[in-house]
């Protein structure tokens, strides 16, 4: 019933909103033809050579050991609060940044200082927040990663904290909140770095944040971020309720799919008098025949792996993550959950032509009322209220991981030791807990936050060791090297499995049991998120990761799916236990201890999930 409104959407003359902007995304213009172009780097700085980042380049710098300083503050003021959108013509309540869906762009230069002060007022009911800048390294900041019980405490409602970090690393990514599943309910954004950078992942506002950096690829233009999220009509909390409720409720299936915040919804399928209206609009996008257009491709939802297309046109692959890769080809991109790629995209029609861009929700790996997503794409001189009459790209939708390994090769080599340090092998189940309560588990333990003693203020104290609080699910490394970790999943569906802290090696990655095998020995994929195909006890899905423990503090390692990071599928892991000791951590993360010890002292915070 739902293919109904996707196919009424490509049936249609016209592609006319019956909502404003406002309506649909707030303040936001993304998905609107007026979005402003992304520009190579920001120019309000030092110009070294001609660029902010002088003579380096993607091919010959190592970026984890040769990043540049430029003293550069980039500051930003942001407020979290409740608001009402309607981004599928389905009008619900949110939580929203500066009153916006898809949060504020934050963008800065390769070396820049990023500060951020954000204002928690959310009421009605309160709620505790806090953000975490996916993908940046925070060497020299781990306190400021952002996530509560383990580096930091929750941001108390009324009061605010200003986050301060660098841009150590260049390209697309994003940020949102990491307090139980909020990003789900709206809190998300965009950082771009010039690099991009683009209450957890469920009802938080996510945005993109663009770090920009050398290319590694010549184009011509940067059209920004492109958010690929699952939708959901219910509410975050509600639906944390149902997966944590016991016996266990059915798996959460998203009600639409958004490219950008917009998508069409078919309005008679409302039943609980919540206020719907059809043909809310699509995002739309600019091609300019015969030039280069960079897509900064972001999967931003709760649960869904994305299949990203655009009909009648080829895609060149130039990053995944925050890593630049030797480009390839291809007609499909795969995303899961945190996942980030680059894209160039050639303009090879004539002008006034139209297609449409998709992204479909995977039916073999994921769970929605409506899969697919569309947007316009119109070539210059195109009626832009016409609808495109293109053909979709043929989607393989059997598999239910990345692009294969032997494809993606990072630009700057990086090679991983091969014989790490320590190596630890972590099997994901689920199943009941003695309570009726169905949970994920690494290695049997399902996580449990604490959002009153952070791991990493305990660790700088001497604390290292946790016998009484085993539900913290504390790997300590010590102060070995290198780790390589064999992730093993048992269970049936995909995890798209990302690390704070580090770009890791991805080894290997299959179904069945490690050969041994390494692909690339010399130069292995490097990201921050890769999927775990599902498998079973006997055979199952498997990736290998390595990386080099040199960035003192403890970092999470987990699922990025919503719904599984709440019901446990989480650890954290510490590293270099003598130098988190001789941390200076700056007083303002014990400040912002005593006032949510002050406001947790008076109100009674909900916990029902991991936290």
Same mark, same amino acid.
């Given at each position: ?5 996707? &196919? =009424? $959407?490509?049936?249609?003359?016209? @592609?006319?909103? !019956?909502? #404003? ?107 505790? &927040? =806090? $953000?975490?800048?996916?993908?940046? @390294?925070?060497? !020299?900041? #781990? ?469």
């Amino acid at each position: 019933m739902v293919a109904s409104v996707v &196919t =009424a $959407l490509v049936q249609s003359v016209n @592609l006319l909103s !019956a909502l #404003p902007q406002t309506a649909t995304n707030g303040l936001s213009l993304l998905g609107t033809l007026n979005a402003p172009l992304i520009s190579d780097f920001l120019t309000n700085n030092p110009l070294p050579q001609g660029f902010p980042w002088g003579t380096r380049t993607a091919a010959t710098t190592n970026p984890y050991e040769q990043s540049p300083t430029t003293g550069v503050i980039r500051a930003y003021d942001f407020t979290i609060k409740r608001g009402f959108i309607a981004p599928d013509g389905y009008n619900k309540s949110v939580i929203l940044i500066n009153g916006q869906f898809p949060g504020p762009l934050i963008e800065a230069n390769w070396g820049d200082t990023i500060q951020v002060k954000v204002h928690n007022e959310i009421t009605d009911p309160e709620e505790g &927040t =806090a $953000l975490h800048w996916h993908g940046i @390294l925070q060497r !020299a900041t #781990p306190w400021f990663d952002g996530v509560p019980s383990v580096q930091q405490c929750p941001i108390a409602p009324g009061k605010s904290l200003t986050y301060s970090f660098k841009a150590d690393l260049y390209g697309s990514t994003w940020y949102h909140s990491h307090y139980s599943a909020q990003y789900a309910g709206g809190l998300l954004g965009r950082e771009f770095l010039a690099i991009l950078f683009n209450r957890r992942m469920a009802a938080n506002p996510a945005t993109a944040l663009i770090i920009h950096g050398p290319k590694n690829v010549p184009y011509d233009k940067d059209l920004g971020p492109v958010f690929l999220t699952d939708w959901y009509h219910d509410e975050y909390f509600n639906i944390v309720k149902k997966v944590m409720s016991s016996p266990p409720s059915p798996p959460p299936s998203s009600d639409n799919n958004l490219i950008n915040g917009k998508m069409n919804y078919d309005c008679s399928l409302v039943t609980d008098g919540t206020a719907c209206t059809p043909n809310a609009g699509i995002s739309k996008f600019k091609f300019t025949t015969g030039k280069t257009h960079r897509l900064r491709l972001i999967n931003a939802g709760a649960e869904g792996i994305q299949r990203f297309s655009i009909d009648g046109h080829t895609m060149t692959v130039m990053a995944n993550d925050f890593v630049p890769v030797k480009p390839y080809t291809t007609d499909v991109v795969t995303l899961g959950i945190g996942q980030r790629t680059d894209v160039i995209v050639k303009a090879t029609l004539p002008k006034g032509s139209a297609v449409f861009m998709r992204s479909s929700i995977s039916k073999t790996c994921s769970i929605s009322k409506q899969f697919d997503a569309l947007a316009a794409i119109y070539y210059d001189g195109a009626d832009t209220t016409k609808t495109p009459t293109s053909t979709a790209t043929p989607v393989d939708d059997s598999h239910c991981g990345n692009d294969p390994l032997a494809s993606t090769v990072p630009f700057f080599p990086f090679p991983s030791t091969p014989k790490p340090a320590t190596t630890e092998t972590i099997a994901i189940t689920i199943h009941p807990n003695s309570t009726g309560h169905l949970l994920w588990y690494m290695n049997e333990s399902a996580f449990r936050a604490n959002y009153d003693h952070p791991i990493l203020l305990l660790a700088n104290l001497g604390n290292t060791s946790y016998p009484f609080d085993p539900q913290w699910n504390v790997y300590n490394f010590g102060n070995n090297n290198s780790v390589r970790i064999i992730i093993e999943n048992r269970s049936g569906a995909a995890h798209p499995m990302h690390l704070h802290g580090h770009n890791f090696n991805v080894l290997a990655e299959g179904v069945g049991k490690w050969d041994g095998t390494v692909v690339h020995a010399s130069n292995a994929q490097r990201r921050d998120v890769q999927i775990v195909q599902p498998g079973s006890p006997a055979s199952p899905g498997f990736i290998v990761i390595q990386y080099n423990t040199d960035n003192p503090g403890v970092w999470p390692l987990h699922c990025h799916i919503a719904w599984h990071v709440s019901a446990g599928l989480y650890v954290n892991t510490m590293e270099q236990t003598d130098l988190i000791k001789k941390r200076v951590i700056p007083s303002v993360m014990a400040q912002t201890c005593r006032d949510w010890a002050d406001y947790s002292g008076h109100n009674v915070v909900a916990q029902i999930d991991s936290g």
